[in-house]
Structure formats: structure tokens, C-alpha cells
């Protein structure tokens, strides 16, 4: 049989390994010396339980209010009836020719006067999503072009905070019914703020006192202001289990909408 002190030992051991778990550090020492086997194996099992109730019960939200930088673009896009899918590489949309009573059957798909066909009632049409996926992959492809980011938080780039297609502006460059294509040049203007790598800044975070879990968010440059929640109140510690850790990311001046 294990002795009282040998256990102390191990349990210290198991404490001093686990810091998320210090504030149940004495509950083990206040057993009386020596133990039944039965009780040794029940006290065993109940700081093992309470240990986990108070690693997965904590949990924090973090909003990080972050620098914020326009991004005014134009693109290319072709439209093809030909195409069955996105041609991203290519920067090309699958199109369909129909007729412009059809505008409230489809209301996925844009219909702009631009791309009607003179003299007629026949309009070249898109999926509003389509256009939005391609505008993401060509903003992602300029972001990708930036080796110098070395950073495993930031080396992701920058990425819009919230797309607003319906401020974009679009001009028509060419247009050919008979062969069912057109190119189009898309205007925009985005909010881009850091693409984080929240894995990352939760790795660097976790089982830290919320101060020094701040002090560390800090470091960022991006980051203008840091607000911490934790449930329950008087946990001081961030939460051991990733799952447990949650970010908002909103741009300084913006007040209230989170991302």
C-alpha cells in the first residue's frame, strides 16, 4: 500500500504540472494521515472530478478592438455562359442569359441593366455569391503575396472585416450575347484588419492569469484595446481547454458589431 507521504508526493507532482488546477491544490491536504484504501481511492476520485469541473467549467470571451485600413480595389470578372462553375484563376463566372421578367424567380441572382441586351428583353445574369466568393479569392491572392510576414499570429495577412457587396460599383467593358459573354469591372471599397491565427494566440494564452494573458495581447501592434469576460467571475486564470477560449475581433472604430 501506498504510503500517505509517497501519495503527497505524487499529488504534488500532478499540481505543480497542471497550474490550471492550483486553486484545488489544498483540497488533497486536508485529509486526515493515515486512510482506509477506500477513502484514499474516493478522495482520489473526487479532486480528479472536481479538477476537471474546474478546467472545462471556465470560460472567456476576448474582444480585441484592432486597427482597421481601407481597401479600395477595381477587378476583372468575366462572365461565360459556358462556364458550370467558378474559374477562379481566371476570374470567371458562370452566366445565364433569360429574360428579365424572370427577376423575381431568381432573387439569388443579380440583375443589372448594364448587361441587357440592347433592343431587347434578354439580361445576362450571376449568383450574387459567386461574385462574393471570387472578390474574396482575388483580395486572399493579394494578401499572398506578402512573404515578409513571419509572425505565426499575423503571417496569415489581412482580410475584410465584413463584405458589403452592396456598396460595390460595376462598370460593363465588353459584352457579347451571341457567344453568352462579358467582362465586367467590379468596384470596391472594404475594411481589412488582421487575419489572426486564433490557434495561436489561444496556445500562447491558455492557463495564464488574465493579466499576464493581456500583457501578452498586448505585444501585438494591431491590437488598440483588449476586453476580457471570464465565467464564473472570480476565475482569474484563462481557461486550459482551447474550446473554452473565444475572440471577437472589431475594428477600433467601430462600436458595437462583432466579427
Same mark, same amino acid.
Given at each position: 500500500m501506498l504510503k500517505y507521504e509517497n501519495?503527497?508526493?505524487?499529488f504534488n507532482f500532478y499540481f505543480n504540472f497542471c497550474p490550471s488546477a492550483d486553486g484545488l491544490h489544498s483540497a488533497f491536504f486536508i485529509m486526515p494521515s493515515p486512510f482506509s484504501p477506500l477513502k484514499f481511492y474516493f478522495v482520489c476520485f473526487a479532486v480528479l472530478v472536481l479538477f476537471f469541473f474546474f478546467s472545462w467549467w471556465p470560460c472567456l470571451?476576448?474582444?480585441?478592438?484592432?486597427? !482597421?485600413?481601407?481597401?479600395?480595389?477595381?477587378f476583372k470578372v468575366g462572365l461565360d455562359v459556358l462556364?458550370?462553375?467558378?474559374?477562379?484563376n481566371l476570374g470567371i463566372l458562370p452566366a445565364e442569359i433569360v429574360d428579365i421578367g424572370e427577376?423575381?424567380?431568381?432573387?439569388?441572382? !443579380?440583375?443589372? +441593366?448594364?448587361?441587357?441586351?440592347?433592343?431587347? +428583353?434578354?439580361?445576362?445574369?450571376?449568383?450574387?455569391?459567386?461574385?462574393? +466568393?471570387?472578390?474574396?479569392?482575388?483580395?486572399e491572392e493579394l494578401n499572398s503575396r506578402d512573404s515578409s510576414r513571419t509572425d505565426p499570429v499575423t503571417r496569415r495577412g489581412k482580410k475584410?472585416?465584413?463584405?458589403?457587396?452592396?456598396?460595390w460599383k460595376m462598370?460593363?467593358?465588353? /459584352?457579347?450575347?451571341?457567344?453568352?459573354?462579358?467582362?465586367?469591372?467590379?468596384?470596391?471599397?472594404?475594411?481589412?484588419?488582421?487575419?489572426?491565427?486564433?490557434?495561436?494566440? /489561444?496556445?500562447?494564452?491558455?492557463?495564464k492569469k488574465l493579466r499576464e494573458a493581456e500583457s501578452e495581447l498586448e505585444k501585438i501592434s494591431s491590437i488598440r484595446k483588449i476586453e476580457m469576460e471570464i465565467h464564473p467571475r472570480f476565475w482569474r486564470r484563462v481557461p486550459s481547454f482551447l474550446n473554452r477560449i473565444a475572440f471577437r475581433v472589431i475594428p477600433a472604430n467601430v462600436s458595437s458589431t462583432p466579427h
Open positions: 501519495i503527497k508526493r505524487i470571451q476576448i474582444d480585441l478592438f484592432v486597427h !482597421s485600413e481601407p481597401l479600395v480595389a477595381d462556364a458550370k462553375k467558378v474559374v477562379f427577376k423575381e424567380n431568381r432573387p439569388e441572382y !443579380s440583375f443589372q +441593366d448594364i448587361l441587357q441586351e440592347q433592343g431587347s +428583353d434578354r439580361v445576362m445574369i450571376f449568383r450574387r455569391a459567386d461574385l462574393e +466568393d471570387l472578390i474574396k479569392f482575388k483580395i475584410i472585416f465584413r463584405l458589403q457587396p452592396e456598396k462598370e460593363v467593358k465588353n /459584352k457579347d450575347f451571341p457567344a453568352g459573354q462579358a467582362e465586367l469591372a467590379v468596384f470596391i471599397q472594404e475594411e481589412m484588419i488582421e487575419n489572426y491565427d486564433f490557434d495561436e494566440l /489561444k496556445g500562447m494564452i491558455k492557463s
